[in-house]
């Protein structure tokens, strides 16, 4: 217990409820069959620490322990990931004054801070996204409580205009939500806002690259629609709205995540847009993963397809917990294989629309991330299969599974 066990928490961070003995192992928190105790991990920590060791894999078929380094793809040391995070702003301040680091919290805001900049979106959006998260967009309440003459009502409905009026919870913005979604699978959650900040973190959370993206585009485009109204330059419907933004996310889907498709030289039908059948003797399995963040659980659905198109296996499975996207995606992906071997099927080609899962499973590197536990059992249950190939689909292209894991 003395190791560096839990991933993302040094160890002068990890406090015990009661005293743990010394001599004790982490694996007495674990049922010998491949799964934590919950039970008894929930016994020693804090709800905050006991999501982050659930989250946590073990391996199903044993394996030795290894150290693993945080900061590559496959958790692998390499010297040059060395001198970038020596570089870095993050190690000055996790090496700051007397070596005691950020506190936890500040660790995780930061690591929030740093996803909205990482989104693939322009700077202008990001910026936007940024002040929203803040709370500091000159919004007509905003602005009144900075003593600026102005009038705090929302342009389109008269209502005082906070930040989150204008951009969430207005009719307009409502509307252009409203058609957004419907397109792009995305979920607000907006019964569960307490304040900005807050709101945007767990929105991150649950959401997928591209939909960050989408998320980033929308809001920019109500806060322009908003601008242009109180600028006297008119008034825009909010289907209008929508229409720019489902043009502008096709042109930034397809110039801004070119690139990573591009260097996916093992993912074949990363380019298809229109759905087809496996060859005649294959099935094809779509898989995909939902969070429900407000629930505390994941749903993974399943979807075995013929090469006539016919289905053969819909499933949807509950899991309890909340985990990250990816690790989501991957438990997904080991499920639909287990549900593969045990439907006795030979010949199967496994369709995500995780790209980064779908290249660690097609990858011959030692994979020791977060994920890699879960990636290393899959590769070991297909040995089962005569032939097996998993591919990258698009979202559009893996509805059907996305359905059915967010009937959950
Ligand atoms: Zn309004």
Redesign the pocket.
């Given at each position: 217990m003395t190791d560096h066990w839990i991933p993302g928490r040094p160890l002068h961070m990890l406090q015990t409820l009661f005293p743990i003995p010394e001599y004790a192992k982490v694996c007495s928190l674990m049922d010998g069959h491949g799964h934590w105790n919950e039970e008894n991990v929930r016994a020693f920590f804090s709800e905050e620490t006991v999501e982050l060791i659930l989250q946590t894999q073990i391996s199903s078929h044993g394996g030795e322990d290894f150290v693993y380094w945080p900061h590559t793809r496959f958790g692998l040391y390499i010297v040059r990931s060395a001198y970038n995070l020596a570089r870095s702003s993050d190690f000055f301040l996790s090496h700051s004054k007397n070596g005691r680091g950020l506190s936890s919290s500040k660790e995780v805001e930061e690591k929030y801070w740093k996803a909205i900049w990482a989104i693939k979106a322009p700077n202008k959006m990001n910026i936007v996204l940024w002040r929203f998260a803040h709370n500091c967009l000159p919004s007509g309440l905003q602005l009144r409580h900075r003593n600026i003459p102005t009038n705090p009502?929302?342009?389109?409905?008269?209502?005082d205009?906070s930040i989150e009026?204008?951009l969430l919870?207005?009719?307009?913005?409502s509307e252009v939500w409203n058609k957004v979604k419907k397109r792009f699978y995305i979920h607000l959650c907006r019964k569960n806002f307490h304040s900005t900040k807050q709101w945007l973190f767990d929105f991150i959370d649950r959401a997928s690259p591209e939909q960050s993206t989408v998320f980033a585009i929308t809001v920019w485009h109500i806060w322009e629609a908003r601008n242009a109204v109180r600028n006297g330059e008119g008034n825009i419907h909010p289907h209008r709205v929508a229409s720019k933004i489902h043009a502008y996310v096709d042109l930034v889907l397809l110039h801004l995540f070119k690139t990573v498709a591009g260097h996916s030289h093992e993912t074949p039908s990363s380019s298809s847009v229109k759905w087809s059948p496996p060859p005649p003797g294959s099935v094809l399995i779509n898989v995909d993963a939902a969070i429900f963040s407000n629930l505390h659980k994941l749903g993974i659905g399943i979807l075995i397809r013929n090469h006539k198109g016919e289905c053969l296996v819909a499933c949807t499975e509950p899991l309890k917990g909340m985990v990250q996207p990816k690790l989501a995606e991957s438990w997904a992906l080991r499920q639909a294989v287990i549900l593969a071997r045990d439907e006795g099927l030979t010949s199967v080609i496994f369709a995500s629309d995780c790209l980064s899962l779908v290249q660690r499973v097609n990858s011959s590197s030692i994979d020791r991330s977060e994920v890699g536990v879960v990636v290393s059992d899959i590769k070991r249950l297909v040995a089962c299969f005569s032939s097996v190939s998993f591919c990258h689909v698009k979202r559009s292209l893996n509805a059907a599974a996305h359905i059915l894991a967010r009937a959950c």
């Open positions: 009502a929302c342009v389109h409905c008269g209502r205009e009026h204008c919870f207005c009719q307009f913005a």
